[in-house]
């Protein structure tokens, strides 16, 4: 069964500096999207993107951040100066296509990636 | 604006009796719902899913859930817990109009179900 992987599955790194984490999506889907989950809070939304480019992004998503998607396969998320306060377990998640150009309901989400900032 | 509401943080059962998650949504529009499962470790997983259709939904292991407009509530429901049922569980909710860049999901805090012998 196709399922959306990610890459590092733990990232160590200290305060200022740069991460980028890694998303391999379901291979014929076409909607991508970031969570993060802090530590005993909720999952929160970070951004979403289509057709090569941020469709919808939270208060979260500030200047610091960026997605891309380099490759066919690939999508990524780039912290450029961590802060202590972004650690936290970042999901992954890709939706299909639905029906009149929008996207399928469900969302299938990768196993995390637990940032730690120190 | 959107949002779930689930009960209880932790759900405590013993092996082979009801389950029963709570969750209340407050949504603008004709919401989407869902439930999702997080085992130790491991990524979330879709149980079940709302879509407008039938307002009892079936699914995966044994799982489902029924939307109640009345009552503003998609609680989860299993006849008879298993062991391998212990893990997260998380109602999630996603509006009723739907853009065409993609769908923000909005989490509930999540119930932690824990199974005993």
Same mark, same amino acid.
């Given at each position: 069964e196709p399922e959306v992987t990610q890459t590092p599955s733990h990232q160590v790194t200290q305060m200022g500096q740069e991460v980028i984490l890694r998303c391999v999506p379901i291979s014929?889907?076409?909607?991508?999207?970031w969570y993060r989950q802090i530590l005993g809070q909720k999952v929160e939304f970070l951004v979403s993107f289509y057709n090569n480019e941020i469709s919808e992004k939270s208060e979260i998503f500030d200047d610091q951040f960026s997605v891309e998607r380099p490759d066919g396969s690939n999508f990524t998320l780039k912290i450029r100066?961590?802060?202590?306060?972004?650690?936290?377990?970042?999901?992954c998640a890709s939706s299909a296509a +639905?029906? *009149?150009? $929008?996207?399928?309901?469900?969302?299938?989400? +990768?196993? *995390?990636? $637990?940032?730690?900032?120190t | 604006a959107q949002s779930v509401t689930q009960l209880d943080s932790h759900v405590s059962v013993s092996e082979g009796?009801?389950?029963l998650l709570r969750c209340n949504y407050s949504s603008s529009y004709s919401p989407s719902l869902f439930w999702y499962v997080q085992h130790p470790n491991?990524?979330?997983?879709l149980l079940l899913k709302y879509t407008s259709a039938a307002t009892l939904v079936k699914g995966i292991n044994g799982f489902e859930a029924e939307f109640k407009k009345s009552e503003t509530?998609?609680?989860?429901?299993?006849p008879s817990a298993h062991m391998s049922d212990?893990?997260?569980?998380?109602?999630?909710?996603t509006g009723g109009v739907l853009t065409g860049g993609g769908n923000k999901l909005t989490f509930g805090t999540g119930t932690q179900l824990?199974?005993?012998l």
């Amino acid at each position: 069964e196709p399922e959306v992987t990610q890459t590092p599955s733990h990232q160590v790194t200290q305060m200022g500096q740069e991460v980028i984490l890694r998303c391999v999506p379901i291979s014929n889907h076409l909607y991508f999207y970031w969570y993060r989950q802090i530590l005993g809070q909720k999952v929160e939304f970070l951004v979403s993107f289509y057709n090569n480019e941020i469709s919808e992004k939270s208060e979260i998503f500030d200047d610091q951040f960026s997605v891309e998607r380099p490759d066919g396969s690939n999508f990524t998320l780039k912290i450029r100066s961590t802060k202590l306060e972004d650690s936290a377990m970042y999901f992954c998640a890709s939706s299909a296509a +639905g029906t *009149g150009g $929008r996207p399928a309901y469900e969302q299938y989400f +990768g196993p *995390g990636t $637990r940032l730690t900032v120190t | 604006a959107q949002s779930v509401t689930q009960l209880d943080s932790h759900v405590s059962v013993s092996e082979g009796t009801p389950v029963l998650l709570r969750c209340n949504y407050s949504s603008s529009y004709s919401p989407s719902l869902f439930w999702y499962v997080q085992h130790p470790n491991k990524g979330l997983q879709l149980l079940l899913k709302y879509t407008s259709a039938a307002t009892l939904v079936k699914g995966i292991n044994g799982f489902e859930a029924e939307f109640k407009k009345s009552e503003t509530s998609f609680h989860l429901t299993k006849p008879s817990a298993h062991m391998s049922d212990a893990a997260e569980y998380f109602c999630v909710v996603t509006g009723g109009v739907l853009t065409g860049g993609g769908n923000k999901l909005t989490f509930g805090t999540g119930t932690q179900l824990k199974v005993e012998l």
